[in-house]
């Protein structure tokens, strides 16, 4: 049988821990008659499971021989895991996928004719990117946050992007170094027209937190007070163009800046975290800094 482009070009690799039945839907979807990806190479980084999941996985490998698992020896955190994976990464393009989202195959020959174009990065998530911001990094850049929303290109990985990941893995986004290292360079991502995956979180019945299956007790205290905004401050900190910077972080909230510093009240509201409000501070432009120290008291 003749292997297709996206067969040739394109390895998954799916990071999992302790969730047997969101694994199991994620590769009905994968080996789905319709699906294009289906014959990729795979390989599955299971995060130190300790229920069913890597027995269910052995299981499928006996009838798909490009799929492959890995377990590692200790619970390294989800993004941890991320930043193995992007070790991990060997074809051309790498897609690191989460083991409870959604997928559409409909539209993935747009997705495929990037990768034959040469694309850097494919944002092919369109959940929190609708068409009128199609083309506003910032936009484009707290979609990529979603870890399945994006196929990179594995050559733009390097030692100090990969210095740049095992830095970045507490900010809980580890896996925008390249992107924002493409950024530096003044590239841009290309965006597909209809989204191929989707964010399936059950926020109800399912617990998605960086640090589950860890005693947060045991952790050091930059860990447990590390928060989704926080860590994207640090991870925009990255981005060396100012202009560009600025768009990003402060023009990226969707809520506006003002309902930025009266969420940062709530969240740190005490002497222990004045180190953390001056690294929220310091990842903005001087006029928003000024203005951000002006409202924010710390008890």
Same mark, same amino acid.
């Given at each position: 049988m003749k292997t297709s482009i996206t067969e040739e070009k394109l390895q998954i690799i799916l990071i999992t821990y302790n969730r047997e039945k969101h694994v199991k839907r994620t590769f009905d979807a994968i080996f789905a008659d319709s699906s294009p990806v289906r /014959? =990729?190479?795979i390989l599955v980084l299971d995060n130190n499971s300790t229920d069913g999941t890597g027995k269910y996985v052995k299981e499928l490998m006996r009838s798909h021989p490009r799929l492959s698992y890995r377990k590692n020896k200790y619970n390294l955190g989800g993004c941890g895991n991320i930043?193995?994976?992007?070790?991990?990464a060997e074809k051309e393009y790498y897609w690191i996928i989460s083991d409870d989202d959604l997928y559409d195959w409909s539209s993935w020959l747009e997705t495929e004719d990037a990768m034959t174009r040469d694309e850097d990065v494919i944002i092919i998530a369109r959940y /929190?990117?609708?068409?009128?911001m199609k083309d506003n990094i910032a936009t484009q850049l707290l979609?990529?946050?979603f870890v399945p929303g994006s196929i990179v290109k594995t050559a733009l990985l390097n030692d100090v992007v990969m210095r740049n990941v095992m830095d970045n893995i507490y900010t809980l986004f580890p896996h925008l170094c390249p992107l924002i290292s493409l950024?530096?360079?003044k590239k841009k991502f290309y965006v597909v027209s209809k989204g191929i995956v989707d964010n399936g979180w059950d926020r109800a019945t399912t617990d998605s937190s960086y640090t589950r299956g860890l005693n947060s007790n045991d952790l050091f205290p930059k860990t447990v007070k590390m928060s989704w905004m926080l860590g994207?401050? /640090?991870? =925009?900190? /990255?981005i060396q163009d100012k202009t560009t910077h600025e768009s990003v972080f402060v023009n990226g909230f969707r809520d506006g800046f003002d309902k930025f510093c009266e969420w940062v009240n709530k969240k740190y509201n005490s002497k222990e975290d004045y180190l953390i409000i001056e690294e929220l501070a310091m990842a903005l432009s001087e006029e928003h800094r000024a203005i951000f120290r002006k409202r924010i008291a710390t008890n």
């Amino acid at each position: 049988m003749k292997t297709s482009i996206t067969e040739e070009k394109l390895q998954i690799i799916l990071i999992t821990y302790n969730r047997e039945k969101h694994v199991k839907r994620t590769f009905d979807a994968i080996f789905a008659d319709s699906s294009p990806v289906r /014959g =990729c190479d795979i390989l599955v980084l299971d995060n130190n499971s300790t229920d069913g999941t890597g027995k269910y996985v052995k299981e499928l490998m006996r009838s798909h021989p490009r799929l492959s698992y890995r377990k590692n020896k200790y619970n390294l955190g989800g993004c941890g895991n991320i930043a193995r994976a992007m070790e991990s990464a060997e074809k051309e393009y790498y897609w690191i996928i989460s083991d409870d989202d959604l997928y559409d195959w409909s539209s993935w020959l747009e997705t495929e004719d990037a990768m034959t174009r040469d694309e850097d990065v494919i944002i092919i998530a369109r959940y /929190g990117l609708p068409d009128a911001m199609k083309d506003n990094i910032a936009t484009q850049l707290l979609q990529a946050t979603f870890v399945p929303g994006s196929i990179v290109k594995t050559a733009l990985l390097n030692d100090v992007v990969m210095r740049n990941v095992m830095d970045n893995i507490y900010t809980l986004f580890p896996h925008l170094c390249p992107l924002i290292s493409l950024l530096n360079q003044k590239k841009k991502f290309y965006v597909v027209s209809k989204g191929i995956v989707d964010n399936g979180w059950d926020r109800a019945t399912t617990d998605s937190s960086y640090t589950r299956g860890l005693n947060s007790n045991d952790l050091f205290p930059k860990t447990v007070k590390m928060s989704w905004m926080l860590g994207y401050a /640090g991870i =925009c900190s /990255g981005i060396q163009d100012k202009t560009t910077h600025e768009s990003v972080f402060v023009n990226g909230f969707r809520d506006g800046f003002d309902k930025f510093c009266e969420w940062v009240n709530k969240k740190y509201n005490s002497k222990e975290d004045y180190l953390i409000i001056e690294e929220l501070a310091m990842a903005l432009s001087e006029e928003h800094r000024a203005i951000f120290r002006k409202r924010i008291a710390t008890n």
